[in-house]
């Protein structure tokens, strides 16, 4: 008897992954992903990656690292909007956070919670063109379905 292995989206998402950074594309993307997870009866696990250590850090210098503050601060705005809609619109949630890259970051929690979507913003960053948004390198990583929300 071969030993059950994990299967993606055969009797539908359980677990979406919506990348959240606090511009308004990933906002708008969470709660995209928060109507996907709530229709599909799904865990939506939020995915915040704090951006790797200033370069003055490593260094040696005093840096103030804001990353934190951020991550606390869009964990109370997820909060404050699960309970805006608390009774009309239930949705059960986690919120990761996570160090580096954005894009390894969310490969690595996709991997890890056994995601079978992800849903990122459309990327507002001009240098992206050249080398690549998160959401670009997501879709060509061609393992799981990827939505991007502008």
């Given at each position: 008897?071969?030993?059950h292995?994990?299967?993606?989206g055969?009797?539908?998402?359980?677990?979406i992954?919506?990348?959240?950074?606090?511009?308004?594309?990933?906002l708008?993307?969470?709660?995209?992903?928060?109507?996907?997870?709530?229709?599909?009866?799904?865990?939506?696990a939020?995915?915040?990656?704090?951006?790797?250590?200033?370069?003055?850090?490593?260094?040696?210098?005093?840096?103030?690292?804001?990353?934190g503050?951020i991550?606390?601060?869009?964990?109370?705005?997820?909060?404050?909007?699960?309970?805006?809609?608390?009774?009309?619109?239930?949705?059960?949630w986690?919120f990761h956070?996570?160090?580096?890259?954005?894009?390894?970051?969310?490969?690595?929690?996709?991997?890890?919670?056994?995601?079978?979507?992800?849903?990122?913003?459309?990327?507002?960053?001009?240098?992206?063109r050249?080398?690549?948004?998160?959401?670009?390198?997501?879709?060509?990583?061609?393992?799981?379905?990827?939505?991007?929300?502008p």
């Amino acid at each position: 008897m071969t030993a059950h292995r994990f299967e993606r989206g055969t009797d539908g998402p359980k677990v979406i992954v919506a990348g959240l950074d606090g511009s308004d594309s990933s906002l708008r993307a969470a709660a995209y992903a928060s109507g996907l997870a709530r229709r599909q009866n799904a865990l939506l696990a939020i995915v915040y990656v704090q951006p790797v250590m200033p370069a003055g850090a490593a260094l040696g210098m005093p840096v103030p690292d804001p990353t934190g503050e951020i991550a606390e601060e869009l964990v109370e705005e997820v909060r404050a909007a699960a309970e805006r809609v608390h009774g009309i619109w239930d949705v059960r949630w986690e919120f990761h956070t996570r160090r580096g890259d954005p894009y390894a970051g969310l490969v690595a929690a996709a991997d890890e919670l056994r995601a079978d979507a992800v849903v990122v913003g459309a990327s507002e960053s001009a240098g992206h063109r050249f080398v690549g948004s998160v959401a670009v390198r997501l879709v060509k990583a061609g393992r799981w379905p990827v939505t991007v929300v502008p």
